[in-house]
């Protein structure tokens, strides 16, 4: 074994099988053969590595699989990376994929520097980002069911007169309508018993949410950004459970670049060419972040519910969050006067929205908030 020496690996990890292939500093890349995904062969291949080289630097790609693997090589004393299969370096006119390519392909890359990590959670942090991401499958579920029950309706000429909100009235209607066909009412009752069933288990998934979040290490930055404008219960846990830890972004612009509003660009020579946002990193989190941003088309004001949601919090994070809502609904308004379409405007508003939030969420995490507040 070489002190001086680094060994690169690369992975290529499927359900079953690991294909590795190493390369020794910058020597030759070598095919070390195929291992299963057992702790025991995983332990096995871990001491072959460490024999080679005393330092280990791995890296595989971010797939169904998940972290445990990664953390595995961590415990065993690894440098390990998950990069973005998406900005893995790719030759034009490539035609031929197999495991054995894949995994020399990552050793070349890791070796070059060429690869992009991704954030890996903590295991507490996974574990509320899994409830949290079951609670928004539960709420897409819902809404699809509904919409599912309304195209019944529609196709066969029912129409409630009323304002076919789901409310209490609008689902007391339903309960009474009846069709002339058993079948018919026989799926119009199943289409309402899983509306019903759906609606259950959202609130069972949102009362473990609220259960749980009080004791999640970000709590206080929950708490923090839900005194902005938009920024409700759902948004600031769905927002960030899937961000993380915010002080990993050193700068704003790299949390907007995380989030995919930021616009593309094809610049060469003395032009310089802007375009649609890149739509890169996570979707959930940006859809959260324009769905927050369409409440600053309105003037600027504190209403009832924003009141509610300041109880507890110091009054620097309040304040920001003023200063944020006056700047935005500003902004939107001379871009509005501009001529710019409703669309571009909001995007161009959650992209400014997303340094706020960078902002308020760390200012939130370095001040006391009291941990018996409730999150609104």
């Not at 009080?214 to 600031?236: C, E, H, K, S």
Request: glycine share 8%; proline share 4%.
């Amino acid at each position: 074994m070489e002190h001086n020496s680094t060994v690169y690996v690369g992975l290529d990890v499927h359900k079953e099988s690991i294909t590795v292939a190493y390369s020794i500093d910058a020597g030759e890349v070598e095919l070390l053969g195929k291992i299963g995904t057992t702790p025991a062969e995983i332990d096995r291949l871990c001491k072959r590595l460490q024999s080679k080289a005393r330092r280990v630097c791995v890296v595989y790609e971010a797939g169904p699989c998940g972290y445990g693997l990664y953390r595995r090589l961590v415990e065993q004393g690894f440098e390990c990376m998950v990069c973005a299969p998406s900005l893995i370096p790719r030759k034009p006119g490539e035609r031929v994929k197999t495991d054995r390519r894949d995994a020399i392909k990552l050793v070349r890359a890791l070796r070059a520097g060429d690869l992009s990590a991704v954030y890996v959670p903590g295991v507490e942090d996974e574990a509320f980002r899994d409830l949290a991401r079951a609670w928004a499958c539960a709420r897409d579920d819902l809404r699809q069911a509904r919409h599912r029950l309304k195209s019944f309706l529609l196709a066969h000429g029912v129409r409630y007169t009323g304002n076919a909100n789901w409310g209490p009235a609008h689902r007391r209607w339903l309960s009474e309508h009846t069709f002339d066909s058993e079948w018919q009412q026989l799926a119009f009752n199943e289409h309402r018993r899983t509306i019903e069933d759906r609606l259950a288990q959202c609130e069972r998934l949102e009362t473990a949410l609220r259960e749980a979040v009080i004791n999640w290490r970000f709590y206080p930055a929950v708490l923090g950004l839900q005194a902005m404008r938009g920024v409700q219960f759902v948004t600031a846990v769905g927002m960030l459970s899937e961000l993380g830890d915010l002080s990993r972004f050193e700068h704003p612009r790299q949390l907007m670049a995380w989030l995919g509003v930021t616009p593309s660009e094809y610049s060469s020579g003395g032009k310089r060419r802007q375009g649609s946002i890149t739509k890169t990193g996570n979707s959930y989190a940006r859809k959260l972040l324009v769905e927050a941003a369409w409440s600053y088309r309105h003037p600027a004001r504190v209403s009832r519910d924003i009141q509610c949601r300041h109880e507890g919090i110091p009054k620097a994070i309040i304040d920001r969050a003023w200063d944020a809502q006056v700047r935005l609904c500003r902004r939107y308004r001379k871009l509005a006067a501009r001529g710019k379409h409703v669309n571009i405007a909001v995007v161009a508003i959650a992209r400014e929205l997303a340094g706020f939030i960078w902002d308020v969420g760390r200012l939130a995490m370095s001040l006391a908030i009291p941990h018996n507040a409730k999150p609104a």
